[in-house]
């Protein structure tokens, strides 16, 4: 299912053709700000970050809520992997 019939779902959502991440490093706790050419989308079925890699093609990288997931699994026979956050 592509990107834009997911986001036409009743929703809430987002369009944005840059972000800006702040890291802050490990050892010295300095902050780092980079502004990224990534094109942002949320709705209520999760983030799509959407950009060129090193050779100019398109990637995404999508992180799909619960409702997401369940989307997803109602339509696409997939396993899915949960990343669980470690303390």
């Known amino acids: ?17 840059e972000i800006t991440i702040l890291a802050r490093d490990l050892v010295t706790g300095e902050v780092f700000e980079r502004k990224l050419p990534v094109t942002i989308k949320e709705n209520q079925l999760g983030i799509w970050l959407e950009g060129k890699d090193e050779f100019g093609d398109s990637q995404a990288l999508v992180f799909l809520t619960e409702i997401g997931l369940q989307e997803l699994s109602e339509n696409f026979s997939v396993e899915t992997t949960r990343l669980e956050e470690k303390v």
């Open 1 to 17: 299912m592509p990107i834009e019939t997911m986001l036409d779902c009743n929703r809430t959502s987002f369009m944005a053709n």
